[in-house]
């Protein structure tokens, strides 16, 4: 069945340290992948994604990390801030399906 | 502002009951996506529609449907409401009816049922 799923569901760390978000996939078709951030009461909101074909992606203080060997995706937070607080969600999109499969969530927390 | 607008943004309703709620996606879009999330659990897909069409379906009720109309607004239809079904439902919208890349959601309504 479906299966996207997350190694911890809660990750507490130090304002200015770096996040690691983890997520494990299982369907080998999935071609393109997805993190969501959502803060509480707001919809998820588009953080980086990345393609298949790809391992390693950039974007402002992010960085997606895809191992296809062994069906693992992670997002990195550099210099994490108490802005970051939220819950992170990846989600995948198996080849030939019609919708994103989302994971159970991570809920980050920032310590002062 | 997402461009993804969802209405109302909270409802309280009574078991037994019926409610209805809206989306309209964003500007382009032909793609509206339908999701329930419960608390403290992922986003569970319920359906898609494209320009109109229903494009797929995942673990939605008999006792949900939905519909997407010519100006591309969409509306999911919750009926004989249980206390189960209290979550927060978003809609999302993409460009494309064939890949889901680009989805924006929206900011969800709020359903509890009492």
């Known amino acids: 069945g479906e299966s996207v799923g997350l190694h911890l569901p809660t990750l507490s760390v130090q304002e200015g340290d770096n996040s690691i978000i983890n997520c494990a996939y299982s369907?080998?078709?999935?071609?393109?992948f997805i993190w969501y951030k959502q803060e509480s009461g707001k919809g998820p909101q588009f953080i980086i994604d990345?393609?298949?074909?790809?391992d390693k992606r950039q974007g402002q203080r992010v960085t997606v990390l895809l191992n296809k060997t062994v069906k693992h995706l992670s997002l990195q937070i550099a210099a994490t801030q108490p802005g970051d607080s939220a819950v992170y969600f990846c989600?995948?999109?198996?080849?030939?399906?019609?919708?994103?499969?989302f994971g159970q969530g991570t809920r980050l927390t920032i310590n002062p | 502002d997402s461009g993804v607008t969802q209405t109302p943004k909270h409802l309280i309703t009574a078991t037994g009951q019926r409610v209805t709620l809206r989306c309209s996606p964003r500007?382009?879009?032909?793609?509206v996506y339908w999701y329930q999330q419960s608390l403290d659990q992922g986003l569970q897909f319920l359906i898609q529609?494209?320009?109109?069409?229903?494009?797929a379906k995942g673990n939605i009720l008999e006792r949900f449907s939905a519909q997407q109309f010519p100006d591309l607004h969409s509306e999911l239809n919750l009926s004989s409401l249980e206390l189960g079904d209290s979550a927060l439902y978003f809609c999302?919208?993409?460009?494309?009816?064939?890949?889901?890349?680009?989805?924006?959601f929206g900011s969800g309504t709020r359903l509890t049922v009492v």
């Open positions: 369907n080998s078709a999935s071609d393109y």
């Open positions: 990345i393609r298949s074909n790809m």
């Open positions: 529609y494209y320009n109109g069409e229903e494009r």
């Open positions: 999302a919208s993409s460009g494309t009816g064939t890949a889901p890349y680009g989805y924006t």
């Open positions: 989600a995948e999109n198996i080849q030939g399906a019609q919708k994103l499969v």
């Open positions: 500007s382009g879009d032909l793609s």
